[in-house]
């Protein structure tokens, strides 16, 4: 009686055994696909735009700040001028944002990519007291 129940044990365990073969082979395939589809991904991306942020209205105004400065020490001091181009970036006091999305697909063989179109138009009110801190 327990050589019979031996027996079977062994047996589900080498037709267990050989059952794992082929699926260690299909996992291969699928990792395989898997990393296809997202170097597919990637490269859709990066034929298009990329990954975007949207900031929302800004000002950016240009401007150049000149100041003189002394060099050297004693006899040799000198006056030079400098000169450093910046940029003042000013944000809205109120902002506001309308648009609509959709949603399209992009196909590279077997892969299908999902992308995202947003239309949209943003405005903003900038005040302004007279007094810019630079």
Do not use: C
């Not at 000002?59 to 001091?77: C, D, F, N, R």
Request: charged share 25%; proline share 3%; no cysteine.
């Amino acid at each position: 009686m327990q050589k019979a129940l031996l027996m079977k044990a062994a047996l589900v365990a080498i037709t267990f055994a050989i059952l794992l073969l082929p699926l260690s082979m299909i996992r291969g395939i699928v990792v395989e696909r898997a990393a296809r589809q997202q170097a597919v991904m990637q490269d859709i991306a990066a034929s298009s735009f990329g990954k975007q942020i949207f900031a929302g209205p800004v000002l950016s105004l240009p401007y150049a700040e000149e100041y003189e400065e002394e060099t050297g020490v004693g006899s040799e001091k000198k006056i030079e001028k400098r000169r450093i181009d910046r940029t003042l970036r000013v944000f809205p006091a109120t902002s506001e944002m309308n648009g609509s999305a959709t949603v399209g697909e992009k196909h590279r063989g077997l892969f299908k990519i999902r992308t995202f179109n947003w239309l949209a138009t943003a405005s903003g009110d900038f005040v302004f007291d007279g007094k810019l801190n630079v």
